[in-house]
């Protein structure tokens, strides 16, 4: 069971770590925030050090917004994981303060879309969702592995335009 605090914090993210410029996470360059804790446990996950609820590091949004703001060069911040749904509340307040700066923002989940729409009580999830601009959604399945879509690992995920930045 996840406590409260893990899911309702909002002045903290616990991380697996960062990619400073990325290309291959999101159209342009983009920072990348691994968030720590996923439920999923997909076989052959490209990050499965992601997956322990507690691992990794806590670190506050404003220093994440500092290494953000070093960079004039970003287009845009993604957010991966582990699952960055866990941790919405949170994301959410970063992704609105990374909005100000005239960033896009990526999400990949593991979750559907239509399962996160559907779950109309979770607020925290309802945020996320609004500050998304494009959502990559659904389950790494190694069965379904390719190459040949941009930014999506499996046949079976998504990449959904949410807003036009």
């Given at each position: 069971?996840?406590?409260?605090?893990?899911?309702?914090?909002h002045t903290k993210?616990?991380?697996?770590?960062?990619?400073?410029?990325?290309?291959?996470?999101?159209?342009?360059?983009?920072?990348?925030?691994?968030?720590?804790?996923?439920?999923?446990?997909c076989p052959d996950?490209?990050?499965?050090?992601?997956?322990?609820?507690?691992?990794?590091?806590?670190?506050?949004?404003?220093?994440?917004?500092?290494?953000?703001?070093?960079?004039?060069l970003l287009d845009?911040?993604?957010?991966?994981?582990?699952?960055?749904?866990?941790?919405?509340?949170?994301?959410?307040?970063?992704?609105?303060?990374?909005?100000?700066?005239?960033?896009?923002?990526?999400?990949?989940?593991?979750?559907?879309?239509?399962?996160?729409?559907?779950?109309?009580?979770?607020?925290?999830?309802?945020?996320?969702?609004?500050?998304?601009?494009?959502?990559?959604?659904?389950?790494?399945?190694?069965?379904?592995?390719?190459?040949?879509?941009?930014?999506?690992?499996?046949?079976?995920?998504?990449?959904?335009?949410?807003?036009?930045?």
């Amino acid at each position: 069971m996840i406590d409260n605090e893990f899911i309702n914090n909002h002045t903290k993210i616990r991380v697996a770590g960062f990619a400073k410029e990325s290309v291959v996470d999101g159209p342009g360059i983009r920072f990348v925030v691994f968030v720590q804790g996923c439920l999923r446990a997909c076989p052959d996950c490209h990050n499965p050090h992601t997956h322990d609820l507690y691992g990794g590091e806590e670190i506050t949004i404003d220093d994440i917004l500092t290494m953000i703001d070093s960079n004039p060069l970003l287009d845009g911040i993604t957010f991966s994981g582990g699952e960055p749904f866990l941790q919405a509340k949170a994301l959410s307040e970063l992704a609105k303060k990374c909005k100000k700066r005239n960033l896009s923002i990526v999400v990949y989940t593991g979750f559907y879309y239509n399962e996160l729409l559907a779950d109309k009580n979770n607020h925290n999830w309802q945020e996320l969702l609004n500050q998304t601009d494009i959502l990559i959604d659904g389950p790494f399945e190694r069965e379904k592995k390719t190459t040949e879509l941009a930014f999506c690992g499996s046949s079976n995920q998504n990449f959904l335009t949410l807003r036009q930045q």
